[in-house]
């Protein structure tokens, strides 16, 4: 009878330690849960009203001469698709102003030529001087009402001096401001056909004819949910008929990290188990929001890769110049206060390491013995890690390098990349500055992938225009694009400030 | 009774020996090195490895001092009157009648004397270097140069003063030295 009570005991004994460092380990990993909150945002999907602005300058009449042009397919389908992302719509046309649009008559814009004609006291040879003042435009997003939805068509025809100087501010302040109140600018850039003339080509007065395609654009400011839904619907119904190869869209927003991974939320894809790295049962519990590992004396580091794609909201900049913070607990006992049992290391930089980034994709390392700084753990002891992957910057990091493979025909020469260097070895960019302006031979072409706005297909500068118009190119680029796509680019990385990409728990003995 | 009076004088010195221990390793005396026991611990006998967790070296100390030192004092307790017990005991059963026949049991002390030496360091290995919890927080060198040349000499003191004070007088030329030191 005795055996048996004290059986009992020893169970009941045994099952309350089980339970004590279940409950230490609840509330270590509580901490993790701050991501989760992130993750329970409600989504809006409709704009309590949706301002429309259609650039109406002359050089857009070209547009709706083609009998299907892009321009009139997304136009038509912005129209009617606008009421199932808006409660409410309220239409525009502008050049210098912009001046309300009736909903009966808001058909014209992909039909009627009248709306591109010079209006008022304008007279007939000045009309091509007039262009559309996108600044102006842009104004009405410092006064637009909260949850509504602007959106603007137009060629992005610039004036000269309408990026530059103090003007530059008219333009990025409001979209500052919208970044600042939490809203989203979306972008699309479509090619479309156009048969008309072109006016005002850097000064020149004679317009040009030959353009057979031009891009348009679209530009949303508004709820970041509500454009991307915008974007869906746009891309089930119209893309597929326009082309997707015509089609570029970004958003721009501080809300980056729309679904990141969290606690144990990982794909198994994530983890290359290499030698000595295993899984294994750390805690001897049953827990969801844990990922274990048994890690030997002699190993390789376990390395974590994943897709920022799949974290950050689509179609924005990606995040880059990574590092991680890791929070460590060290259990030392089966029994006591938590804190008895589980010794806490506070957050470090140097447990789990950036190791590259090729675009989309990311690679950190743990338990990497060749790393000087690492730091050391001893062994013989479980170790609950719960490691935040941080962003410092958005936008392509610039590596320098030098060809470093003697049986290289490039042997010894410098390139410029946003793909990190491979085998070859990484310079500085003063080192890069001063070896391209002694020995200007050794430079390579740069292998920095432009934004699409930056391409040769959608900008062009004044000095190349002469040369754009004798090659009579059937597609026509837009004047100083590059320059409105850096400015949303700067926009972008300005306001960006350091943020958590996503978090992991990861519990590890390091065995004997 | 005479048997007695010798358990007495080995108390008399072991007793101090552990105690000076006991108390260089468990009590806060502020005018020994760091200022406090764990101090002394973290700084003269941890691992000083910068790429290890400081968060975790308080912690370590304890250990240290509660799965390591703890014990091995226990047992070098344990240990040291056990050996001189039986160094006691053999010299009783030698039946040696007069000192110049003890002179010729030299190597027996002298076994005793290596067998306390060794058993000490081989103690402070196993329990302070080979111990699971305990190993990985002592640096190397210190358990090497330090605490094992310091535990050479302070064991060879105390067994030598144990023999001094616990040999019986017909066994001390057993003991080198002795008669010359006792003589002056």
């Not at chain 1, 009248?114 to 007279?123: A, L, Q, R, S």
């Not at chain 1, 699309?188 to 020149?204: A, D, R, V, W």
């Not at chain 2, 007695?4 to 006991?22: A, D, G, Q, S």
Request: glycine content about 4%.
């Amino acid at each position: 009878m005795n055996k048996i009570i004290i059986i009992i005991l020893l169970f009941f004994i045994g099952h309350f330690q089980v339970l004590a460092n279940e409950n230490c380990v609840n509330d270590i990993l509580s901490s993790s849960n701050k991501t989760n909150v992130t993750l329970s945002k409600n989504k809006i999907s409709k704009a309590s009203q949706a301002f429309l602005f259609f650039d109406t300058s002359i050089n857009m009449g070209g547009f709706i001469n083609p009998p299907s042009s892009a321009y009139k397919l997304f136009v038509s389908e912005l129209i009617k698709k606008t009421p199932l992302i808006s409660k409410n719509q309220i239409f525009h046309t502008y050049i210098s102003t912009p001046e309300p649009l009736s909903v009966n008559k808001i058909g014209g814009i992909t039909t009627k030529h009248k709306f591109y004609e010079c209006k008022g006291d304008v007279p007939q040879n000045q009309c091509h001087t007039r262009k559309a003042k996108f600044s102006k435009i842009l104004n009405f997003l410092n006064i637009a009402p909260k949850d509504s939805l602007t959106i603007i068509v137009s060629d992005l025809f610039w004036e000269v001096n309408e990026l530059a100087g103090d003007n530059r501010d008219k333009v990025e302040k409001p979209f500052v401001n919208a970044l600042k109140k939490g809203e989203a600018i979306g972008i699309f850039g479509i090619q479309s056909l156009y048969e008309g003339k072109i006016f005002g080509i850097c000064g020149t007065s004679a317009p040009y004819e030959n353009a057979a395609s031009r891009p348009f654009f679209v530009i949303l400011v508004g709820n970041k949910d509500v454009i991307l839904e915008f974007k869906h619907i746009m891309d089930e119904d119209i893309f597929s008929t326009i082309g997707i190869d015509k089609v570029e869209f970004n958003i721009f927003t501080n809300d980056i990290i729309s679904t990141p991974y969290y606690a144990a939320n990982w794909p198994s894809t994530t983890f290359d188990l290499s030698e000595g790295i295993s899984k294994q049962n750390v805690l001897n519990e049953d827990r969801q929001d844990l990922i274990e590992f048994g890690v030997n004396r002699e190993h390789e580091p376990l390395n974590i890769s994943f897709d920022l794609n799949k974290v950050q909201t689509p179609h924005t900049i990606l995040v880059s110049d990574f590092y991680t913070k890791t929070l460590t607990h060290q259990k030392r006992r089966d029994s006591g206060s938590c804190d008895k049992q589980w010794i806490k290391i506070n957050e470090r930089e140097n447990i789990v390491f950036f190791k590259n980034q090729d675009l989309n994709n990311l690679d950190f390392d743990m338990f990497n013995t060749k790393r000087p700084d690492s730091l050391q753990f001893q062994r013989n002891k479980e170790y609950l890690f719960q490691i935040d992957f941080i962003a410092r910057k958005i936008g392509k990091v610039i590596k320098y390098c030098q060809h470093s493979d003697q049986s290289s025909p490039n042997y010894n020469k410098i390139y410029d990349t946003d793909k990190g260097c491979s085998k070859d070895k990484e310079i500085s960019k003063e080192d890069y500055i001063i070896i391209a302006e002694k020995t200007p031979e050794r430079r390579l072409p740069s292998q920095v992938e432009k934004f699409w706005m930056q391409k040769d297909k959608w900008s062009f500068s004044c000095e190349r225009s002469q040369a754009i118009m004798d090659a009579e190119r059937p597609l026509f680029p837009v004047l100083n694009l590059d320059t409105f796509g850096a400015l949303l680019i700067d926009i972008q990385e300005t306001n960006f400030k350091e943020t958590s990409v996503s978090q992991m728990n990861i519990a590890v003995r390091l065995n004997k | 009774m005479r048997f007695i009076k010798t358990i007495i004088w080995l108390l008399l010195v072991t007793v101090p020996f552990i105690l000076f221990l006991v108390a260089v390793s468990f009590f806060d005396w502020d005018f020994i090195g760091q200022g406090n026991h764990i101090s002394n611990i973290i700084f003269y006998i941890l691992d000083q490895n910068p790429l290890l967790a400081n968060e975790l070296r308080y912690q370590n100390a304890l250990d240290v001092l509660d799965f390591g030192i703890f014990y091995l004092l226990i047992y070098l307790t344990i240990f040291w009157l056990v050996i001189n017990i039986i160094w006691i005991t053999i010299g009783e059963f030698l039946n040696i009648d007069r000192p110049s026949k003890a002179i010729n049991y030299i190597w027996l002390w002298s076994i005793f004397f290596i067998v306390c030496i060794t058993g000490t360091l081989i103690m402070n290995y196993l329990i302070l270097y080979l111990k699971d919890d305990i190993w990985h927080f002592i640096d190397k060198d210190v358990f090497r140069w330090k605490i094992q040349i310091f535990s050479f000499f302070y064991t060879a003191i105390y067994f030598y003063l144990c023999s001094i004070f616990t040999t019986s007088r017909v066994m001390r030329p057993a003991v080198p030295l002795l008669n010359i030191i006792l003589r002056n």
